[in-house]
């Protein structure tokens, strides 16, 4: 039985699609009942990051677990209640969703939370694996199309930079591998897609499906900031993902988000799906 916690994230929400298709016993931590992903075989346990009790109750029975929550102030918090329950109930294996840069040292407040979270993991003594993967292509392409606007110009704060992002049915096919087969305790992967692209090259690319010029407009950083918030995140999560944003964008086309590295394919025995796949999938042709 695999506890899945961060069900109802993008990348929780893919992997509980791939382990349960894949005859995966799997049950979901959701907050409120009711509040959980309607799919067959998969049962649903109520519980809360906060409350050690009820993650010791979601894990009794499980052997394995994959957590994959949002970024939070209380992120390294959580990480050591759900690892101290993983503890108690003897887990064989504690999956954890991390990001692609992750570093206790970081100055940047999500990158530091996950580094963080990662060494409390890492030195719990509990089985683990680290999934580290860049932006998902996504949550890029949904916000980007959310805000092309009538002449069809979109705005970001990514200045030049070049984005090695990822299909989150990539990462969910990542954590089934390590889930399902032997010989992957202690590692940590990055998770990347197969190229790196700059905010001009998605423009680029959606120009050539949607029969009108996209054009990409970098903006500074206070306004990725205030289109976090618009789309509804809380005041500390809009913060950091601006803040991580800025981070990417000083660190200049090249920087380390345009890294493209092979753990992916080597997990998941084939290529990395591209941009202009999901693309192709998603945005429908006038
Ligand atoms: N999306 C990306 O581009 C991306 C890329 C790389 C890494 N990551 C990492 O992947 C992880 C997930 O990110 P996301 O943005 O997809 O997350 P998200 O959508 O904000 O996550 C929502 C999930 O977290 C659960 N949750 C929130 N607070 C909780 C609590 N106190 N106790 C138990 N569950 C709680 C929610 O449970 P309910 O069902 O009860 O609401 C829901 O299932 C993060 O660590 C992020 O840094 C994301």
Redesign the pocket.
Known sequence: MILV????????AEAVRVLARSGQSVRV????AG??LQLPGVETVV????DGDSLGRAMRGADRVLM?????PDTVA?TRHAVAAAMRAQVRLFVR????GADPASPGV?MRG?GLSDVALAESGVPFVILR????MQ?CLAAILVSVDARGRFRASMGQVRVSMVD?RDVAAAAHAVLAQPGHAGNAYVLTGPEALSYQDIADQLTKVLATRVTYVDSPPPASERAYAASGLDLWHSGALAEWDDHRRRSGRDGPASQVGDDLPRLIGRPACSLSQLIGETVVQP
Not at 5 to 12: E, K, N, T, V, W
Not at 97 to 100: F, H, K, N, T
Not at 133 to 136: A, D, E, L, V
């Open positions: 916690i961060g069900a109802r994230s993008r990348l929780g931590l959701a907050r409120h509040a959980h519980g809360d990051l906060a994959a929550t949002p970024p939070s959580w969703c991390s990001m692609m999500l996950h993967p860049n932006s998902c949550d989150a």
